[in-house]
């Protein structure tokens, strides 16, 4: 028995989310579905995270246990051919049989991408979120500054959520500009649900001058949902990159 840890890239445009379902198209349905082609074994993955219907991943991770003899190095091509186009393996690599995807994960990096042109761009206009109206990036940086950190994220997680507790740690958040393309990074322990998408629809707030850049640390410490902006649209949210011990590493 084998433990298999695998890279994969995704468009979220017609996916219902990551996780599988009774109801509509996943990233882990196709997934689990192709290595049942490939090795005749009916599995069901690890990822490292959910991603929402509609959010992209260009660094998703998952493990699975595999009984297959097929050589480590012919993963990623043998389950690309039976994969559909939305979806891409990067890399296959052993890991130790204790490797758990999500459990193992020490950091997380996502991107949001607001398109500030006076016209949206119509070439990957699928992931980026069109917003004509002036921003003010310097505001928005200095706002999300107060998320740097450990914190309790309440105010900035879905009252649907269902974890035991809210508290997570921000290590980095800044944001980058890109001719009329503003991109948001923000690199955490691990995120709530929706916690990305309600943090940058209340900077969004903030770049429009609705809130001053200090309201976000009253918000944060408000645990409150309420008193956030919206839910950020998620065509313009990607996975960008998981990360794990040296010791399980590609």
């Known amino acids: 028995m084998r433990n298999l840890c695998v890279k994969v890239s995704y468009d979220g445009t017609d996916f ?7 109801y509509g198209r996943t990233v882990q349905g196709e997934l ?3 290595i049942r082609k490939l090795s005749g074994e009916t599995i069901m993955i690890i990822g490292s995270g959910r991603t929402d219907a509609g959010v992209h991943a260009q660094g998703q991770i998952f493990n699975f246990f595999t009984e297959s003899r097929i050589p480590t190095e012919r993963w990623a091509i043998a389950l690309n051919t039976r994969l559909p186009k939305d979806i891409v393996v990067l890399e296959v ?23 500030n042109g006076k016209f949206p761009d119509v070439f990957g206009r699928q992931f980026r ?22 914190h309790d994220f ?14 997570r740690t921000i290590y980095e ?12 990074y923000v690199s955490g322990n691990g995120f709530l649900y929706n916690m990305v998408r309600i943090i940058m629809g209340t900077l969004l707030w903030v770049g429009q001058g609705k809130l001053a850049p200090n309201d976000i640390k009253t918000i944060l410490e408000g645990r409150n949902r309420a008193l956030a902006g919206p839910t950020a649209m998620p065509h313009g949210l990607m996975l960008m990159d998981v990360e794990y011990p040296d010791e399980v590493q590609a």
Do not use: N
């Open 173 to 184: 958040a800044y944001f980058v500009r890109e001719g009329q393309f503003i991109h948001l």
């Open 32 to 34: 689990e579905e192709a």
């Open 154 to 167: 309440t105010s900035f997680t879905s009252i649907h959520s269902t974890k035991p507790h809210h508290i």
């Open 16 to 22: 219902s989310g990551f996780q599988a379902q009774p």
């Open 93 to 115: 690599f052993d890991v130790p049989v204790h490797f758990h995807a999500r459990k193992s994960a020490k950091r997380k990096t996502y991107r949001y991408t607001i398109d």
């Open 129 to 150: 979120f069109f917003h004509p109206a002036p921003l003010d990036a310097d505001a928005m940086q200095e706002g999300i500054v107060h998320l740097i950190g450990e």
